[in-house]
């Protein structure tokens, strides 16, 4: 079984501060980890991916994600928020291969100018 | 464009009604995914397809819904006698069968958006 628990369905932070979603997550087999990003009026796309290579991932538009085994962990970090960044982020788990991809709640982020 | 294509974004029925939402996905892509979101959740996985062959399906998807991909291209999805409970937004997602490197990146359409009365 996998899952993932993302904390904090809301954050909101400033334009120019330092933009931190979690996610902790759950597999029976060393997980393949992703964020995807959906915009308003838009479908998902991925942002990032780990799939067992380097544990520190970077992604599109500055984001990047750590991958922690010790706190099964893989936040989503991205040094200085841009309003263009408000969006709906969601964490997601799979065990590799062709296996489906389990998503978390999402959390949605605002931008505040 | 060459997305995932869905349609009809929009479908508002009565309960009772059945329904059908297609999707097309990615060309070269021969995997292709349905799920489900309600508001308040993040994607919920339905049912998954490689090629024609239905690989795997959710306990979610009860006996009134069906999935098809006839000829490994596009798929339907289809829910009889809807409910209000079934009101929700259905995903289509395809991917490529390309190895680890390619594992989980899945390609989204818009949605089709269900809204039973």
Redesign the interface.
């Known amino acids: 079984a996998q899952s993932v628990t993302q904390l904090g369905?809301h954050v909101s932070v400033s334009e120019g501060a330092l933009v931190l979603l979690r996610c902790n997550y759950s597999s029976s087999v060393p997980p393949?980890l992703?964020w995807?990003v959906q915009y308003p009026?838009?479908?998902?796309?991925?942002l990032l991916?780990y799939?067992?290579a380097a544990t520190l991932v970077k992604g599109i538009n500055g984001f990047e994600a750590e991958f922690k085994k010790s706190e099964t962990s893989f936040h989503l970090t991205k040094p200085s928020a841009h309003m263009s960044d408000a969006a709906e982020y969601?964490c997601?788990v799979?065990s590799?291969?062709?296996?489906?991809?389990?998503?978390?709640?999402?959390t949605k982020l605002q931008v505040i100018p | 464009d060459t997305?995932?294509s869905q349609n009809p974004r929009h479908k508002i029925t009565k309960r009772g009604q059945n329904v059908t939402f297609r999707c097309d996905p990615i060309s070269e892509h021969n995997?292709l995914?349905w799920?489900r979101q309600t508001l308040?959740?993040?994607?919920?996985?339905l049912t998954?397809f490689?090629n024609e062959a239905q690989?795997?399906k959710s306990r979610l998807l009860s006996d009134r819904f069906s999935a098809e991909r006839p000829k490994g291209s596009f798929s339907t999805l289809e829910i009889q006698r809807t409910e209000q409970g079934d009101s929700a937004m259905y995903?289509c997602?395809s991917s490529t069968?390309a190895g680890?490197?390619k594992?989980?990146?899945?390609?989204?359409?818009?949605?089709s958006r269900l809204t039973v009365l």
Request: glycine fraction near 20%; avoid cysteine.
């Open positions: 369905s393949y992703f995807y009026n838009q479908g998902l796309q991925l991916k799939t067992s969601f997601a799979s590799g291969g062709y296996q489906k991809v389990t998503f978390g709640i999402g | 997305g995932v995997r995914y799920y308040g959740q993040g994607p919920e996985f998954y490689q690989l795997e995903l997602a069968q680890a490197l594992a989980g990146e899945l390609f989204f359409g818009e949605g």
